[in-house]
């Protein structure tokens, strides 16, 4: 459970003090509404940022200086949780109980911090063009490399689609016309609103006492921002109006369907721990009934599963076909989420995908990424810790599951084909 302590107006502090790991571990999230807009500008901002600094003004520089705080790490974040934006930080450094006595490195790798997000190299009053133009090429080739990879291109798509004039239809890191359209000067100024009006997440786990960690934390963010912070929120449409189907044409060997569905049920709703229960139960373990039915026994599909958006209600089934497979196999698919519906569970099905999950839950708590995941998550939608969730999930029965099983409404179905299918 972490102790959270608010910073400054706008900023909090969520502090886990844990002797589980010798490493420490921190994360800084500025928290924006993701939109098309700012879509492409909130992913290049971090990296322009890392890239150079008035101390370290090349990233040779940058990584000799990490190399002496003992090899630590230091990345960027760009994360979306439903419609809520997440930019920033990650830090992973030895802790300083197992430094020589006397020697520590927490308040320097801190006070780097600092000096990447108030201190960035600039020129003309604004960032570096050649540091600006070497990132925003690097942000198009991540963008256009999902082109190469056609499940997530496939699952783009439908989203896309599904969520038309929602800003979830928007991409997590924009499109690539919109980073080639940023400026040294655009950036700038969206640099300046970032640090003025966003609401500011930061996730500490180590050794440390959360009071001690809040101290060194408040020295990088100060109180001269006001109190008119962006409030990011995620809107959830709680079942589809009429199903969409969509089918696209190009020069692949292997099918992609794609069936986006609304559930209604967020991290916050007292339903969540059923869906997600229920979630594995139908797609989202190998012991599932997609996996098992879809796959295994009637030979539909090269893979089949499905997974939840915890923060927007939705949840995606994909699976790979071969182009004369697509109506029977979506009718499986359906055929499956209608048993769901029906209650149609054995006992063993509940039993192993149960058991996945508390597994799976119990396992975060064994890594520092993963716990800066979950906690930065409820910063973003607030739900059970995990020992709650797991008593909840251990006390469901099948007739829970049916009710969020019924829940569901298909939305929207995709399906990238071949050019000649």
């Not at 809040?214 to 990088?220: G, L, M, R, T």
């Not at 995620?234 to 099918?255: L, P, S």
Request: with cysteine; proline share 3%.
């Amino acid at each position: 459970m972490t102790k959270n302590i608010v910073l400054a107006p706008g900023v909090t502090l969520r502090a886990l003090q844990t002797d589980k790991f010798k490493t420490a571990c921190f994360s800084v999230n500025f928290l924006r509404p993701h939109c098309r807009q700012t879509a492409a500008l909130d992913a290049l901002l971090p990296s322009v940022l890392l890239r150079a600094t008035k101390n370290y003004p090349d990233i040779r520089s940058i990584s000799m200086h990490l190399d002496e705080l003992y090899g630590t790490s230091f990345g960027t974040l760009v994360r979306r949780k439903g419609e809520v934006k997440l930019t920033g930080f990650f830090a992973d450094f030895i802790d300083d109980a197992f430094l020589p006595e006397g020697e520590g490195i927490f308040a320097e790798v801190i006070e780097f911090l600092r000096e990447v997000l108030f201190r960035p190299l600039t020129e003309n009053g604004c960032f570096c063009t050649k540091n600006v133009e070497g990132e925003k090429q690097n942000l198009i080739n991540a963008i256009e490399s999902d082109l190469n990879d056609k499940r997530a291109y496939a699952t783009l798509r439908l989203l896309e689609t599904m969520c038309r004039d929602e800003a979830y239809g928007t991409p997590r890191l924009g499109y690539a016309e919109d980073v080639r359209a940023i400026t040294p000067q655009s950036l700038w100024e969206h640099y300046r609103t970032v640090l003025q009006t966003s609401k500011i997440e930061i996730f500490y786990a180590g050794r440390y006492a959360p009071e001690y960690a809040a101290e060194q934390f408040a020295k990088v963010f100060s109180d001269d921002r006001g109190d008119a912070f962006t409030v990011a929120q995620t809107a959830v449409r709680r079942e589809a109006e009429a199903v969409k189907e969509v089918a696209e044409a190009m020069d692949v060997t292997q099918g992609k369907l794609v069936i986006g569905l609304r559930t209604g049920v967020t991290v916050s709703d007292p339903d969540y721990p059923a869906l997600l229960l229920l979630n594995a139960v139908y797609g989202g373990s190998v012991t599932s009934k997609l996996f098992t039915n879809v796959r295994e026994k009637r030979s539909l599909c090269y893979y089949a599963s499905s997974s939840l958006d915890k923060y927007k209600g939705l949840m995606l089934v994909s699976s790979g076909i071969a182009f004369e497979n697509y109506e029977t196999t979506k009718q499986a698919i359906l055929q499956e989420l209608d048993a769901c519906r029906n209650g149609e569970f054995t006992d063993e099905e509940i039993a192993s995908a149960r058991k996945m999950l508390i597994f799976a839950l119990r396992s975060t708590t064994d890594s520092p990424a993963r716990l800066d995941e979950f906690y930065i998550g409820s910063a973003v939608s607030a739900g059970d810790d995990i020992p709650t969730l797991i008593g909840k999930l251990e006390a469901l029965t099948a007739e829970d599951l049916r009710r969020a099983a019924q829940r569901l409404s298909v939305d929207t179905i995709y399906f990238l084909k071949g050019e000649n299918a």
